[in-house]
């Protein structure tokens, strides 16, 4: 997959906007006060933004696909992300009228100001010449009449949708302060078929469910896989040969090899943020333990000792230490330690039981299911354990995966009973802005992976 | 809880129903003894196989024990089954089985494979306690991905929470 960066100013006649307009303006949109508040965002709140279809200089086909059907679909995906994210409240190409070419770098901001539209993005879709497609896309500020951000690419006809995802991070960028999401990727378990026998299957994703595709066959249960974070392998559990083994997948060749060889149960993989190492589990004689071990194998180093259950896992972003779970206190808790094993504390001390801990890739919060009053919910915390607060409120909420920004959580929702599902949903950290995803399937433990270069 | 039964009981009834099972003619024929056939040596004309599933099931208190919530000691109910397994895993000394681990769907993934874990092995450390050759039994944990039964209430959480032995062949 490739997505060359194009200098888009090389497009059009380089005429750009003033550095001195840029300037005033991205003072104007810096949020004022600390970065690291978070306030939630009512609907009548949110940033209203046009996004019409984008132009096209010629209506060209390439590889099937016409310029201009892409240039809606583009603005289509676009609007979706920004919906998604809970901050702006899109109007999308169904709702606003198609622009022209000439006014993508000269929009009508009086036009757009007076349908409510506090920023408008404009962009093109035009045939490269070479087989490909140029994507340009343009954010601006109605009222002040100058350009915000700008981006371009050169794509594969294939990868448009990537296009879209990283036109809509130059904008919530831009927008927020918050650094991109949208154009990542999520591995997670495919369900079907009754409850007493599910049917699971790995499958990958776009971070909004496009590009689905199923990975293995289902005729072994495969569960709780992490994408490594440059997207090339995943590591999940097998119930190949009626064992339970960690196994590492190879996205490109479909081979998979076993992550450590033992006559025991491994489960409950991780990968370090280098994808250097790789954590498990694994139970001996009943009592689980967590081992580390390289991606390419060796020798695994065992990590904890207690007889409770310790399980699980997952690396602070730099790698220096490792947040898990344990019930050697009597109950599942969150605890942290050194990735040498030393230095075990308890950090969880609410009521009920933590589980299931992820670490921010932003390093500022652990996010955990907590079980208590025969529900569970999505919650996060601070990694000395501090300042814990529910983000959901269901009968199941399970497994939160962070998005690359740190400030959106993926996890998965079951309902009671005998028809009881599972669904894939994310919430952003206000708790406010709760969406399921699109699956073709029901869908349980997502894994969210890294923001594409 | 389900009531347990005690194992004459059991094989008395299950004989009753067997045999008149077996009036009827079959739609399937059973599959053929493989290898070596009985160890007991005796067809009992039923149409069970000695040493299968089925012969393990209509011969002992039951092919599963049951945990409290979040636990894995084997009280005293839980032995007596295991007890009525170990007679006739000592009669039939070539069967090997699996036990499997369930947990019950209030707890999370990754823990409940590992509460299966601690069930399983707590079976089978128990069947090894009492003269069985652990060699003859692997250990597999479902957690919650297997229930047993499919309601979200205490009595189909009960019934989940189990360790459940499997003939697996000889």
Redesign the interface.
């Given at each position: 997959m490739t997505l060359t960066r194009y200098l888009i100013a090389g497009i059009f006649a380089a005429t750009a906007v003033p550095a001195v307009a840029q300037d005033q303006s991205s003072a104007q949109l810096q949020p004022e006060g600390p970065r690291e508040s978070i306030t939630g965002t009512l609907s009548q709140d949110r940033t209203v933004i046009a996004v019409p279809a984008l132009a096209t200089p010629a209506v060209m086909t390439v590889a099937g696909l016409r310029t201009d059907s892409l240039g809606r679909q583009i603005a289509e995906v676009i609007a979706a992300d920004l919906e998604r994210s809970g901050l702006y409240a899109p109007l999308g190409p169904g709702s606003v009228r198609a622009i022209s070419m000439a006014e993508v770098r000269a929009p009508q901001f009086a036009d757009w100001q007076s349908r409510g539209a506090e920023n408008v993005v404009h962009g093109f879709v035009q045939a490269s010449g070479t087989g490909g497609l140029v994507v340009g896309c343009y954010l601006y500020d109605t009222a002040l009449g100058s350009e915000l951000v700008r981006q371009g690419f050169e794509i594969q006809p294939g990868d448009w949708r990537r296009a879209a995802h990283k036109c809509a991070d130059a904008i919530y960028s831009r927008l927020s302060g918050e650094a991109p999401f949208f154009d990542s990727r999520v591995a997670y378990i495919a369900e079907s078929g009754?409850?007493?026998?599910?049917i699971?299957r790995l499958a990958i994703m776009d971070s909004d469910g496009g590009n689905h595709r199923f990975v293995t066959n289902g005729q072994a249960?495969a569960?709780?896989p992490r994408f490594s974070p440059d997207y090339k392998k995943i590591v999940y559990v097998s119930y190949l040969n009626?064992?339970?083994r960690v196994f590492i997948y190879d996205v490109a060749t479909g081979s998979q090899k076993l992550v450590t060889e033992s006559g025991n149960?491994t489960?409950?993989p991780r990968w370090s943020p280098d994808g250097s190492q790789i954590l498990y589990?694994m139970?001996v004689?009943?009592?689980?333990d967590i081992y580390r071990i390289s991606a390419n194998g060796g020798t695994p180093v065992r990590l904890t000792s207690t007889p409770g259950?310790d399980?699980?896992g997952s690396f602070s972003p730099d790698g220096k230490k490792i947040v898990f779970?344990s019930?050697r206190s009597g109950?599942?808790q969150i605890y942290t330690m050194n990735i040498d094993g030393s230095n075990q504390q308890r950090i969880s001390f609410g009521g009920g039981r933590y589980?299931?801990p992820e670490w921010s890739p932003r390093g500022d919060l652990i996010a955990f299911?907590r079980?208590g009053g025969?529900e569970?919910r999505i919650g996060v915390m601070t990694p000395s354990g501090g300042g814990a607060r529910m983000l959901t409120n269901s009968w199941?909420d399970?497994?939160p995966t962070w998005s690359p920004n740190g400030r959106v959580l993926q996890f998965f929702r079951?309902s009671?009973?005998?028809e009881?599902k599972s669904s894939l949903w994310q919430v952003d950290l206000t708790g406010v802005n709760l969406r399921r995803l699109p699956t073709p399937q029901d869908g349980?433990?997502p894994s969210w992976g890294p923001v594409l270069p | 809880m389900t009531i347990r039964k005690t194992t004459a009981m059991i094989a008395a009834i299950t004989m009753f129903a067997v045999g008149a099972c077996a009036k009827k003619a079959p739609e399937v024929l059973p599959p053929a003894p493989e290898g070596t056939g009985s160890d007991t040596g005796t067809d009992t004309g039923t149409g069970v196989v000695p040493g299968s599933q089925e012969d393990f099931v209509a011969n002992v208190a039951a092919d599963r024990v049951f945990f409290g919530f979040d636990q894995y000691n084997v009280d005293a109910e839980d032995q007596a089954t295991l007890q009525s397994q170990a007679q006739w895993l000592q009669r039939n000394p070539a069967v090997r089985v699996t036990l499997e681990g369930h947990a019950d769907e209030r707890g999370t993934r990754d823990y409940n494979i590992a509460l299966g874990e601690r069930r399983a092995n707590a079976a089978k450390n128990y069947l090894s306690s009492i003269g069985i050759d652990p060699n003859r039994i692997q250990v597999i944990s479902y957690g919650k991905e297997r229930p047993a039964e499919l309601g979200s209430t205490e009595e189909a959480y009960a019934k989940n929470r189990r360790a459940v032995t499997v003939i697996i062949g000889r």
């Open positions: 009754p409850k007493g026998n599910r699971k249960l569960i709780s009626n064992r339970v149960t489960f409950a589990s139970a004689g009943g009592n689980t259950i399980v699980g779970e019930d109950s599942q589980a299931t299911t079980l025969g569970f199941q399970e497994a079951t009671p009973g005998r009881g349980s433990d | -």
